[in-house]
C-alpha cells in the first residue's frame, strides 16, 4: 500500500550504486561508512519544511477563516470561509531531536 521510498526508481541514497536491489561492486557487503556517500554526509534530519503559514497581520497557523454572514429565506446564518490568498509560508524550521532520514536502510530494534 502506498510507499514513499525511493527504492522503486533505483535511487537508493545510502547504498552509493544506482539500483535498489543490486549488489555494491565489493560485493554484497554494505557498511555505515557508506552512508557518507549521502549529500548530507549524515542519516539525520535536523531541518524540515513548516506546514504554518503567516498571514496579514502576522499571525502564525495552520489554516486562517474568515467569519461571513449568509441570509438564506430571511434568516442570517455565519459561515466560515477559508482563506488561501496573502498567506506566507513559514519556510524552513529547525528540529528539536534530530530525525533518521525516511531512506536510511538500516534496521534499528532492540532486543
Not at 502506498?2 to 545510502?14: D, E, L, R
Not at 550504486?17 to 557487503?29: F, I, L, N
Not at 513548516?50 to 434568516?75: C, I, P, Q, W
Request: charged fraction near 30%; glycine fraction near 12%.
Amino acid at each position: 500500500m502506498g510507499g514513499s521510498g525511493s527504492k522503486g526508481k533505483g535511487y537508493w541514497p545510502f547504498s552509493g550504486s544506482a539500483g535498489g536491489d543490486e549488489p555494491t561492486k565489493e560485493g554484497a557487503e554494505q557498511t555505515l561508512a557508506r552512508v557518507r556517500s549521502f549529500r548530507s554526509g549524515t542519516p539525520f534530519v535536523f531541518t524540515r519544511r513548516s506546514s504554518m503559514y503567516f498571514d496579514e497581520d502576522g499571525d502564525l497557523a495552520h489554516e486562517f477563516y474568515e467569519e461571513t454572514v449568509v441570509t438564506k429565506n430571511g434568516r442570517k446564518k455565519a459561515k466560515l470561509k477559508r482563506i488561501h490568498k496573502n498567506l506566507i509560508p513559514q519556510g524552513i524550521i529547525k528540529l528539536d531531536h534530530p530525525c533518521l532520514h525516511v531512506d536510511f536502510p538500516v534496521i534499528i530494534c532492540e532486543v
